[in-house]
């Protein structure tokens, strides 16, 4: 049987006062021992008793720590708490005899004026006749505690919270029952159910996943009825972008968006004249035009710095809300050759950090990652002495790590936990089903640095949106998500006030992902009347500094050199899909016998970085193939015949191989040019005014090699001398979204021009 637990270590003084809670169904004293270890502290047991409630069922330590934070909210600590043998009494009694427990209210903090102001908007659209209104506010802004004054405000009882993310229940149920101002509200949930005073106003919390099943014979869960059945004031969707806003959610609401009738009971509706919806991120309902300029308060995080920065006088509101600095460096030379040859064609974490039965795939290149981040790189041609790294410099004690999957969190836990160097970090993995669903997978993590003065959190998504961890100094951004409402929605995880944390990072080593999501939030940032992209982010970049590292040096960037990094690299990438086309390359029989038959010509194209590993294997199976189909194509058997089908089959896909890595070392040769001076005319001119250091940078081979494949046939020289006229029509301006009709023309006009020079050469010699 479970039984709950709560000893002192008197002896520790960082433990001074505090009291662990825990649970066990082993022997309580067996249990302490093993926690306390081998150092033989004394400690003084004050608490055992069963886990079991009055109607017969289990409860955790989890949910005893849970009624502890109600009672003493400002003296968290994990699993030890500040707090005496009588609060824990009185917590474990409210849980076995399944009453709800008076908190202490301590909280009498006011709103700061951002709150005021989306209050007083939302309150004059409301009292006005509008019964949908979107707080776009940034994580940390305080939307819960704001949402219960405008619920004050508009003299609404009875509020009904819905989300799909039921982590941010505990934000909620906080804020209403530990703040002075709401001591007549009552809260309800599933988890902390109330008896519900009628007298008393009410706010109930609720999942949409709950809300949206059924019972067997497929109508409203019985538990469900009542909120059914109620007119509620206001039905508040908090984390509305994830997921809320589709139309499985709007069987349950009438907003009046964009609904069919006739695919909805209306009577399963819950009704409701407000609806308040909440997100730090609605990019999407912006973007499809839910909400009308009147219907959205506006709170990004350059208003937040701005606010804090110009505040005048004593008590600083926003004192407290860290700055963010973004750092992009590279990668170790392994880790960064992996990740830009992966089977994406692109830069990709996810190959990095690829998992095969059980282990990184790529195990070494990521050991050698991790030795960079705490600034023991032994390649020596990286001089890293130079480089302020993250865990040698920034003071990282507690971290979040955002990795690709559950079985990359599983394996980075394996490894950290098996090296020696990072024993002093307590690794917490808060993947998969085993951490736990919704606000249960942060219970471990909260009760981790409890104890510890440093953790290393792993997840591949919980933890990203809703919870708070304000010990978190640094994010790693480990995983190739492009969607700006993740991106955003996890790195400000790291900016909860928290003491002595003036700034927090953010650790991403996707360069160009960087660019795009400053470029993205400078964008959803309301933009002075009048200010250039440019100045918009240079004002962005004053209070979120980017900070770039190539491993030998650090450089602050500025709106200059981002924009001109964007215009780099959409020009390439636009370029590089043409030069990525087929046509570009010679794979003929022809050309295919000089390379199968030149050593020195094989040995060249093995430089390129997709076939350095392979050593030419995909040629040596070309050889062999046209071998075995020379051998056998005239003999009739059916053996031959399967021998001859076999070998084909075999070559083809040797072939593609060979296609597809030249066509990626082709797609490098447009970012080349862009970086040179020199404005090349045709592929010869390619060879003759090629920086040769820069180009082996880039494309992994010298100009000799490059010239030697040049001159062999490999590639398609017509193909690539028009694929270098589209780019010199770009730099000119004549190709672009405005002008793709211009290099046509221009074209024309220039052919009809030598057409004349020709005419008149031939009239001259005729004269």
């Known amino acids: 049987m479970n039984k709950i637990y709560a000893y002192e270590l008197p002896g520790v003084s960082d433990k001074k006062g505090l009291i662990k809670v825990g649970q066990t169904t082993r022997d309580v004293d067996k249990r302490i021992k093993e926690q306390i270890g081998a150092s033989h502290l004394t400690y003084n047991k004050i608490f055992e008793e069963s886990a079991v409630d009055a109607n017969g069922n289990e409860f955790s330590d989890h949910d005893v720590h849970r009624v502890l934070k109600v009672l003493r909210l400002n003296n968290p600590y994990g699993e030890w708490f500040n707090c005496v043998l009588s609060d824990i009494q009185a917590a474990y009694g409210s849980l076995v005899n399944c009453k709800t427990i008076t908190p202490t209210r301590t909280c009498t903090f006011p709103m700061r004026p951002s709150q005021e102001d989306a209050v007083d908007m939302t309150y004059d659209y409301f009292t006005k006749g509008g019964n949908k209104f979107l707080w776009n506010a940034k994580m940390r802004f305080g939307k819960t505690f704001a949402a219960y004054k405008l619920a004050e405000k508009m003299e609404w009882t009875r509020v009904l919270v819905l989300t799909y993310k039921p982590a941010v229940m505990d934000a909620w149920e906080e804020d209403l029952v530990t703040h002075q101002d709401f001591k007549n509200w009552q809260f309800d949930s599933k988890k902390t159910p109330t008896s519900r005073d009628p007298d008393k106003p009410l706010v109930c919390f ?79 309902a912006l973007s499809m035009d839910e909400f009308g300029n009147d219907q959205v308060y506006n709170w990004t995080y350059m208003d937040e710095q701005q606010a804090k920065e110009n505040w005048t006088g004593p ?81 990282l004690d507690h ?38 669903i919704g606000v249960r997978a942060l ?39 492009k969607s700006p409402e993740t991106y955003f929605q996890s790195i400000f995880r790291v900016q909860s006030p928290f003491t002595s944390k003036s700034t927090c990072y953010v650790f991403d080593f996707s360069f160009n992902r960087v660019l795009e999501m400053v470029k993205e939030m400078e964008s959803k940032s309301p933009r002075s009347k009048g ?42 990438s636009m370029l590089a899909t043409k030069w990525k086309s087929n046509a570009s390359l010679n794979l003929g029989d022809v050309v295919l016998s000089k390379i199968l038959n030149d050593q020195s010509l094989l040995d060249t194209i093995c430089k390129i970085v997709g076939f350095r590993k392979t050593k030419g294997t995909e040629f040596k199976k070309v050889i062999t193939s046209s071998n075995v189909i020379s051998k056998l194509a005239g003999i009739g058997t059916p053996g031959a015949k399967r021998e001859v089908d076999k070998a084909r089959k075999t070559k083809e896909a040797a072939l593609k191989e060979i296609r597809e890595k030249l066509l990626k070392f082709m797609s490098r040769i447009p970012v080349f040019m862009y ?63 405005y002008g793709l009709g211009k290099i046509v023309n221009k074209r024309k006009r220039m052919k009809k021009k030598r057409g004349k020079k020709a005419n008149n050469k031939c009239h001259e010699k005729a004269r």
């Open 315 to 395: 008590n600083n509101p926003y004192a407290s809300l860290p700055k963010m600095e973004i750092h992009t460096s590279t990668l170790s030379p392994a880790a960064k050759e992996i990740a830009e040859n992966s089977e994406k064609d692109s830069f990709s974490l996810n190959e990095l950090f690829k998992v095969k039965d059980s282990v990184f795939v790529h195990q070494s290149a990521i050991v050698g990652w991790l030795n960079m981040i705490r600034g023991k790189v032994s390649d020596v041609s990286d001089v890293h002495n130079k480089i302020e790294r993250p865990y040698s410099h920034f003071n």
């Open 675 to 737: 970086l040179t001076s020199y404005r090349e005319e045709e592929l010869v001119d390619v060879i003759r005014h090629l920086h040769p250091g820069l180009f082996t940078e880039v494309t992994g081979l010298s100009v000799a090699d490059f010239n030697k494949l040049v001159k062999c046939g490999v590639f398609n020289a017509k193909v690539i001398n028009d694929s270098i006229w589209t780019f010199r029509m770009y730099e000119e301006g004549s190709l672009g979204p």
């Open 531 to 572: 200010a250039s992209l440019e100045q918009g982010l240079d004002e962005l970049l004053r209070f979120l500094p980017i900070y770039a590292t190539d491993g030998v040096s650090m450089e602050k960037l500025d709106a200059k050199g981002i924009l001109d990094a964007i215009i780099t690299k959409t020009t390439s």
């Open 206 to 284: 609720g999942s949409l996943q709950d809300l949206l099943g059924s019972d067997d014979k497929g109508g409203i869960k019985e538990s469900n009825e009542w909120i059914h059945n109620t007119k509620w004031d206001c039905i508040i969707l908090d984390e509305y972008h994830f997921g809320a806003w589709r139309d499985t959610a709007k069987e349950l609401i009438d907003d009046g968006y964009s609904y069919n009738e006739d695919d909805y009971i209306k009577a399963s509706r819950i009704q409701t004249d407000h609806y308040l919806y909440l997100s730090g991120t609605p990019f999407r």
């Open 443 to 481: 219970y471990p993590v909260q009760n981790a640095i409890g104890r510890l003065s440093k953790t290393i959190t792993l997840s591949c998504g919980k933890l990203t949106t809703g919870v708070t961890v304000k010990e978190w100094k640094a994010i790693f951004m480990l995983r190739d998500t």
């Open 399 to 436: 971290t979040f790590w955002l990795l690709p999957g559950v079985d990359s969190c599983d394996a980075m836990e394996n490894l950290l936990n098996s090296r020696d160097e990072w024993n002093q970090y307590e690794i917490v993995n808060a993947s998969g089903a085993k951490a736990g």
